[in-house]
């Protein structure tokens, strides 16, 4: 397996575009969130799980945070502390009942991946997951990884 500096040095060179990693800044977070929200409203047919509040977004979360926590213990937990803020947001969101989550969640989506796209095509390069999809987990974890930095946690 890549080692998270591999990752990141692979999924920086279509990111060196200062508006391009403004609008990362902004996109590769809420589209992280907005996938959980997708996930969040699909049925589970388990119903042991569904009684307990346990639906696809969380199953899935886990071998998400298992790879982060295999490239390094403080990429995975701080994934783990914004997938579990993510989390609570959709808690609070289903018990409002304002909206679905799933639809605020798509066109949320939407909005956030034309926006990805934009920074892209100023950037002049394509998104790093039409090489694998991979980089997909990749792009909140190399934000984290600045993050990290600033803070002078290694990773």
């Given at each position: 397996m890549k080692s998270a500096e591999q990752w990141f040095s692979e999924y920086a060179v279509s990111h060196q575009n200062p508006t391009n990693k403004l609008i990362h800044w902004f996109a590769v977070p809420?589209?992280?969130?907005?996938?959980?929200?997708?996930?969040?409203?699909?049925?589970?047919?388990?119903?042991?799980?569904?009684?307990?509040?346990?639906?696809?977004?969380?199953?899935?979360?886990?071998?998400?945070?298992?790879?982060?926590?295999?490239?390094?213990f403080s990429l995975g937990l701080g994934m783990t502390i914004f997938s579990a803020a993510v989390v609570s947001l959709m808690r609070v969101l289903e018990k409002q009942q304002v909206i679905d989550i799933w639809l605020l969640s798509l066109l949320v989506f939407i909005v956030m991946w034309v926006f990805q796209f934009v920074g892209h095509k100023i950037e002049g390069k394509k998104p790093s997951f039409f090489q694998d999809l991979a980089f997909l987990l990749i792009g909140p974890a190399w934000l984290l990884g600045f993050v990290l930095k600033r803070l002078h946690i290694k990773y």
């Open positions: 809420t589209i992280y969130a907005t996938v959980i929200g997708l996930l969040w409203q699909i049925p589970m047919p388990i119903a042991g799980f569904a009684e307990q509040g346990i639906n696809w977004a969380l199953l899935l979360l886990v071998p998400a945070l298992l790879f982060y926590f295999l490239l390094s």
